[in-house]
């Protein structure tokens, strides 16, 4: 079965830092891997996405993931951190024969002004 | 589009008391998740449909949670009874299908149990 990972369960930064959040995941065949961020109160939204090809993706807001099959990894990333990206961010994987989305336990970012 | 629409977006209910939570999936989209979110828990997938078909229940935490899908742009997602534990915040997400598209989640319903 497929299992997603995310490494930090609460990340503290002060604005202007610089971002990663880890996110690993396991499963051995083609995978769909997402982005979500969920703002305080809010539903979630999808960040970024990869799907095939170049292996960095840019979302929206500055942020960028970098896709590298032979750590079964998708790193979020942005270089420079605002008070407005605290939120909750979640990692999620779509195998491309099944229906299911596996989403991580999710990464609580706080982001100090 | 409106995007996925839930209701109600706040529900509070005594223990013991039947709950029903309804999602219309955004136009075009075929399939349609259940989730259910707490601190202790995270996000958990209860259920999902695909044409309308439940295709994984097994998220479904007990026999008092049921969820149905009668036609493409409506679902239920009923517990009865409800207790003090099923306290959370529900979403709906849907998706175009087995294509490898993002989903789109819902508002949300916070449900509170006393």
């Known amino acids: 079965a497929q299992s997603v990972s995310q490494h930090n369960h609460h990340v503290i930064l002060s604005e202007a830092a610089s971002l990663e959040l880890g996110c690993n995941y396991s499963?051995?065949?083609?995978?769909?891997l997402f982005w979500y961020v969920q703002y305080p109160g809010q539903h979630l939204q999808l960040l970024l996405k990869?799907?095939?090809?170049?292996?960095l993706v840019k979302g929206i807001k500055g942020f960028e993931a970098e896709f590298i099959k032979s750590k079964f990894s998708f790193n979020l990333r942005k270089p420079s951190v605002q008070w407005s990206d605290t939120a909750e961010y979640f990692c999620?994987?779509?195998?491309?024969?099944?229906?299911?989305?596996?989403f991580g336990p999710g990464t609580r970012l706080s982001v100090l002004p | 589009d409106a995007g996925v629409i839930q209701s109600p977006r706040h529900e509070v209910t005594e223990m013991g008391q039947e709950v029903t939570l309804r999602c219309k999936p955004i136009s075009g989209h075929n399939s349609l998740f259940w989730y259910r979110q707490t601190m202790m828990r995270g996000l958990e997938l209860l259920i999902y449909f695909n044409n309308n078909v439940p295709i994984d229940d097994s998220g479904m935490p007990e026999d008092r949670f049921s969820a149905k899908m009668p036609n493409a742009s409506f679902s239920t997602l009923k517990i009865q009874p409800s207790e003090p534990r099923d306290s959370a915040v529900y979403f709906c997400?849907?998706?175009?299908?087995?294509?490898?598209?993002?989903?789109?989640f819902g508002p949300g319903t916070r449900l509170t149990v006393t």
């Open positions: 990869y799907f095939s090809g170049d292996p």
């Open positions: 997400a849907s998706n175009k299908g087995l294509a490898p598209y993002e989903q789109y």
């Open positions: 499963y051995g065949g083609t995978v769909n």
């Open positions: 999620a994987v779509k195998n491309n024969y099944g229906q299911n989305f596996v």
